[in-house]
């Protein structure tokens, strides 16, 4: 860490010489312009003369709640000490606020004057929302007193804020016929346990008692077993297109397709394994997300924590980070069980993903897409990628994928409006 000059003085040196040289030289006789040369050289002799200190500070950072709710404010306060034996006559502080988080209240920044094992405390507001949230250096400038040299250094204390939603289920998304063995909510063409009749059989040695169609008996006096279409329960994978490409919103503070699309998945994720159902989840992005389908309570709260808090649905994208998303896509169906189904919350932005979901169907995976829509009209640039973003959608439907396009609405609406249209 060296100082380095901030320019502030330039120019003085020259004006204070010129000053000096006209005093002497042309108008000997002018006292003004002589003293106006000798302040000038004093104040190039202060603007140079002292040394920035070697800034020595230790920092804590305090939060009021480290756990809060979405939407909820938390206060910062921030202490700094020199831990040092110089005064440090200019300090300058900027705290690493999580890029996700924003100030509501105050100021990350603090300038002040801090004498040896002095402290300064400043405090700010943010708002908390989904996603574990770390807080980057702070950034420390030491300059001297008269502000022409400075150092800078960085400094940190770990201090984590965690948001974990709570999540709660969404309409039933009618899933497409894949089944397993399990009993659950998807009815299938097989006869047997369920609640949809279909038909009877004559009756056989144990049979339940409560499917014996008691009516057939009293008319005709033949035992007689009815049928109901069996349900069962599905394998479904949940996959979020987190690629950077998907951080769209309509508008500068609405929020963008990845946040959308995370809170799509978690409310469907309750609702599926609420309907006995065994759900997975997966990512599209720099950072591998995965997991298994399961059911049970220690599922639930595993696939709770990873939407809330894993670094593959941030809610700003990941930077510096290498992804090829062909192999992500190849290692993804590799770790598919044969049987599952996916869903995937993608706003479509481009053609990459389009031709993966097909892939992933036609390889016997069936697709449904559910796409928060992160487009606006107000350009034709915008509008142009509304109707591209709407042709891949068309695309998608005439190879036989559902798509469910989410616009303004709560996700429930939209799935009720899809399931009639589905079911008619």
């Not at 770390?134 to 948001?163: D, F, K, Q, Y």
């Not at 709770?304 to 998303?325: I, K, M, N, S, Y």
């Not at 068309?394 to 249209?421: K, Y």
Request: charged residues 30%.
């Amino acid at each position: 860490m060296s100082a380095f000059e901030t320019n502030r003085w330039t120019g003085v040196e020259a004006l204070a010489l010129l000053a000096g040289s006209l005093a002497i030289l042309v108008s000997p006789r002018q006292p003004a312009l002589l003293l106006a040369g000798v302040l000038g050289i004093a104040y190039a002799a202060y603007a140079y003369g002292g040394d920035v200190p070697e800034p020595s500070v230790t920092v804590s950072r305090e939060l009021d709640d480290t756990t809060p709710e979405p939407d909820d404010t938390v206060r910062v306060t921030v202490t700094v000490r020199n831990t040092g034996d110089a005064v440090l006559p200019d300090l300058r502080l900027v705290d690493g606020v999580p890029p996700a988080l924003e100030v509501t209240d105050g100021t990350a920044r603090l300038g002040t004057a801090l004498r040896p094992g002095k402290r300064a405390r400043f405090s700010y507001a943010v708002r908390a929302v989904r996603g574990e949230h770390e807080w980057e250096p702070m950034w420390v400038i030491a300059r001297n007193a008269s502000g022409s040299n400075e150092r800078v250094t960085e400094t940190n204390t770990e201090t984590v804020l965690r948001c974990e939603p709570t999540l709660s289920a969404t309409e039933n998304l009618l899933l497409r016929g894949l089944t397993t063995q399990y009993t659950g909510r998807v009815t299938t063409d097989v006869a047997g346990a369920g609640l949809e009749f279909t038909s009877t059989r004559d009756y056989r040695r144990g049979d339940p008692l409560k499917r014996v169609d008691w009516n057939r008996l009293a008319r005709t006096g033949e035992l007689a077993t009815t049928e109901f279409r069996e349900e069962r329960a599905a394998t479904v994978v949940l996959l979020v297109d987190a690629r950077e490409e998907s951080y769209l919103a309509p508008e500068e503070d609405a929020p963008n397709a990845v946040e959308r699309a995370a809170e799509a998945a978690g409310e469907t994720f309750v609702a599926l394994l609420d309907g006995g159902d065994r759900v997975g989840l997966a990512a599209f992005a720099a950072e591998e997300l995965w997991l298994s389908p399961g059911t049970g309570e220690d599922h639930r709260a595993r696939g709770r924590r990873l939407l809330a808090t894993h670094p593959a649905l941030a809610p700003t994208p990941t930077e510096d980070e290498v992804f090829f998303p062909s192999i992500r896509l190849r290692r993804l169906q590799r770790r598919l069980p044969a049987d599952a189904q996916i869903i995937l919350f993608s706003p479509l932005v481009d053609d990459y993903v389009v031709t993966a979901a097909r892939r992933l169907d036609a390889y016997g995976h069936l697709v449904t897409v559910v796409s928060p829509d992160p487009t606006a009209d107000e350009t034709p640039g915008r509008r142009l990628a509304r109707v591209e973003r709407r042709n891949r959608m068309s695309r998608l439907r005439r190879t036989g994928i559902r798509v469910i396009d989410w616009r303004d609405e709560s996700l429930a609406s939209e799935l009720a409006r899809s399931r009639e249209r589905w079911s008619s």
